[in-house]
């Protein structure tokens, strides 16, 4: 029996990222293959959750890609990545919480890469004058990235509509980092 190394990931990332504490074999069964099998494409759990790193931080440059954020406006190239960033979100919420790949001297590229691009829209939404420019651009990319992890779990315990997700992350950043007159 052939085994599709992308399903494997996907059903491990659908399951970890609702149960973090899963345990290789119910991992097996999630992806409908035995456990012995699972330890062959993944050693261990951490083979496992580098792999799904690697799998998480291409799904998330697919969606900056698909956000265009180079694109009109920086407001509503954050608002197509909030979009865009959905179906990544559990894995990302997942990922975030793994200390095991944010330990240690090397954290993988990807990471930067990503948040290079995110930094780089809100720095331009600042320069634009569209966003606040008393919060820095890093801050602004840190709870944007809390928030997609806050919206994924929020929608899989069933606290907020999957309808909602995009619309109260755009509403709470943005309604928090766009540039209001200092007039009064």
Avoid at 30 to 50: C, E, K, Q, S
Wanted: with cysteine; net charge negative.
């Amino acid at each position: 029996m052939t085994v599709d190394r992308e399903q494997v990931l996907r059903a491990a990332a659908a399951l970890l990222s609702r149960k973090g504490s899963a345990t290789m074999d119910e991992v097996a069964r999630a992806a409908g293959i035995g456990r012995a099998t699972l330890h062959r494409h993944f050693a261990g759990r951490d083979a496992l959750v580098r792999a799904l790193e690697e799998y998480g931080l291409h799904e998330l440059e697919t969606a900056l890609d698909a956000a265009r954020p180079d694109e009109g406006g920086a407001a509503d190239a954050l608002r197509r990545l909030i979009d865009e960033s959905e179906r990544c979100a559990p894995l990302l919420a997942f990922l975030i919480t793994e200390n095991q790949l944010f330990e240690g001297e090397v954290v993988h590229e990807g990471w930067d890469r990503a948040e290079r691009r995110i930094l780089a829209l809100v720095q331009r939404g600042q320069d634009e004058g569209a966003f606040r420019i008393d919060l820095t651009a890093v801050w602004i990319t840190e709870a944007l990235f809390g928030l997609i992890s806050s919206g994924a779990w929020a929608v899989q315990s069933g606290r907020i509509a999957a309808n909602d997700y995009s619309f109260v992350i755009a509403e709470l950043l943005l309604g928090g980092a766009i540039r209001r007159s200092m007039e009064k």
